[in-house]
């Protein structure tokens, strides 16, 4: 059974950093692109992040560019999301999720997310 | 950016009921349109992509359709494991992408 499995969550600062990690097993993890997507308390999804299978190609949503870095690595079946100048509107539960890249593309398998705080 | 506006954002139903939710795109998405289903303090759950294709393992009870802007999940008989809230969400060429802000659905 495909897990992935968050950690690195917490209590953190206004203008802190943060470093998300997602554990995958049970799937080839290199084949896959994938993403990180978070909820802020009592709201919708929102998409963050996308990374190809080999990091050559990254996508952010607007509110995160130039502050949010995704990366992973294949060797360690580990998908990342390193957070700086955090802000209070960035509180959310963040999921990391798999991407089936074929014709049409979909988040597939989801992990049980972690909760990050940005509070003073 | 495109916009995606589900209705209605909650719902009451029983048990057997068939339930409708539909799903708009600010522009044409052609078929690139996904729903999820999220529990309580759960990620999120594939249940339909390519706007009608059903993910394996999920019951033949839920069913998706459209195309272009409009689209439509509808489960034929509520079952009480259905109760949740439900996002779409568009895929459609290169990033962002975006969900609607769901619909929860609730017992009556």
């Known amino acids: 059974e495909v897990q992935l499995v968050e950690s690195g969550g917490g209590l953190v600062q206004p203008g802190g950093s943060l470093r998300l990690s997602c554990a995958a097993s049970?799937?080839?993890?290199?084949?896959?692109?994938m993403s990180w997507v978070r909820q802020a308390p009592g709201k919708g999804l929102e998409w963050v992040a996308n990374?190809?299978?080999?990091?050559?190609?990254?996508y952010y949503v607007d509110s995160v560019k130039g502050r949010f870095t995704i990366s992973r690595d294949n060797a360690k079946n580990s998908l990342y999301l390193q957070m700086n100048s955090l802000r209070a509107e960035d509180t959310a539960v963040y999921y990391c999720?798999?991407?089936?890249?074929?014709?049409?593309?979909?988040?597939?398998?989801w992990g049980q997310g972690t909760l990050v705080t940005v509070s003073s | 950016d495109i916009q995606m506006t589900q209705s209605p954002s909650s719902l009451s139903a029983s048990v057997g009921d068939r339930v409708t939710i539909t799903c708009r795109a600010s522009?044409?998405?052609?078929?690139?349109l996904n729903w999820y289903q999220q529990k309580p303090g759960k990620g999120p759950k594939l249940l339909i992509y390519?706007?009608?294709r059903l993910q394996s393992g999920v019951p033949s009870r839920f069913s998706g359709s459209g195309s272009g802007t409009d689209f439509t999940l509808t489960i034929s008989s509520l079952q009480l494991e259905d109760f949740a809230t439900y996002y779409c969400?568009?895929?459609?060429?290169?990033?962002?992408?975006?969900f609607g802000q769901g619909t929860k659905v609730e017992i009556k």
């Open positions: 969400q568009q895929s459609y060429s290169t990033p962002p992408w975006t």
């Open positions: 390519a706007a009608s």
């Open positions: 049970e799937f080839s993890f290199s084949n896959y692109w």
């Open positions: 990374i190809k299978q080999d990091g050559s190609e990254k």
């Open positions: 522009q044409s998405i052609s078929r690139y």
């Open positions: 999720a798999s991407i089936d890249y074929g014709d049409y593309k979909e988040f597939d398998y």
